[in-house]
């Protein structure tokens, strides 16, 4: 299998248009089968290098992500991250802030779950709803008691751009690697996952009217996506525009970005000391 991850990474300062970056892809799997198989050897890398990740202690991996609803996030999660041992890994998802949260700047929630060193951290939705579904109701503002004379309009969202880009450089500086994905789906497709949630009595759950109240916004939400993934793309902490038509695809193009990722982060077991092994052999002796 081979998946260029770099077809999907948005780069730093680029212009961000949308309708550019493909909602499919041709797929890298022939059969449903060989998906399977494909996902099954890509989630055994992953608990390996989880393993070696959480044995060293050294550094931590945060996941985002973001998109549309019915987008895919739930399962991509599911399933590339199903292999992965629950001591070494987190998820975290952000619905509507709380009063509590309220109270707080628009980081502050999403800091409290930021994963330790040696752990992988997965946000479903993040903090970057404080640029995405405040910007398409800026109403929303009027209920986090934001001081008088705070910035509003685009001088907002440049002032919020402006402190994810630093918290995501801090974090990059202290050890913790930042992976973004936007799940791109298309609108036709969104209507089809929506009316088989109507249809299928098992799946009715996952279907509530604000779903398609929010529809209503689709290019409110694609404009405020765009200038997010060009404002907040860097070097460090990436963006990845990841097709999600195909849900297949779209989890075998995430979990080879997060294997890239977890690959070049040059992990390794701890090293044993002289004295170490000396201590070893000596509790050797005694059992």
């Not at 393993?51 to 399962?75: C, E, W």
């Not at 765009?226 to 193009?253: F, G």
């Not at 701890?270 to 059992?287: D, F, Q, V």
């Amino acid at each position: 299998m081979k998946i260029d991850t770099k077809e999907f990474r948005v780069p730093p300062g680029k212009k961000v248009d949308l309708a550019r970056w493909p909602t499919e892809v041709k797929p890298v799997y022939k059969s449903k089968k060989h998906y399977e198989e494909l996902l099954e050897e890509q989630v055994e890398e992953l608990s390996d290098l989880q393993r070696l990740m959480y044995a060293s202690d050294r550094q931590a991996l945060l996941l985002i992500f973001q998109g549309m609803d019915a987008a895919g996030k739930d399962g991509a999660i599911r399933h590339v991250l199903t292999g992965i041992n629950p001591q070494g890994c987190q998820v975290s998802s952000f619905k509507q802030p709380s009063a509590e949260e309220k109270q707080h700047d628009f980081l502050w929630r999403t800091t409290k779950r930021l994963p330790p060193r040696g752990m992988i951290g997965i946000f479903n939705r993040s903090y970057y709803e404080d640029v995405l579904v405040v910007r398409v109701h800026p109403e929303i503002l009027d209920s986090t008691g934001r001081p008088e004379g705070s910035a509003r309009g685009k001088g907002l969202w440049k002032e919020r751009y402006r402190s994810i880009n630093d918290l995501e450089r801090h974090l990059h500086c202290n050890g913790t690697r930042i992976i973004k994905f936007y799940l791109h789906l298309s609108k036709d497709e969104q209507k089809r996952r929506f009316l088989e949630r109507i249809d299928d009595p098992d799946k009715n759950w996952k279907f509530s009217s604000a779903d398609a109240s929010e529809r209503k916004h689709w290019d409110e939400y694609a404009h405020a996506f765009a200038a997010c993934l060009e404002a907040t793309s860097t070097k460090d902490s990436p963006w990845y525009v990841v097709p999600a038509d195909d849900k297949e695809n779209a989890r075998l193009i995430i979990s080879e970005i997060v294997l890239n990722a977890l690959r070049s982060m040059g992990l390794d077991y701890p090293k044993t000391t002289p004295e170490r092994r000396e201590e070893l052999l000596a509790i050797k002796k005694t059992l």
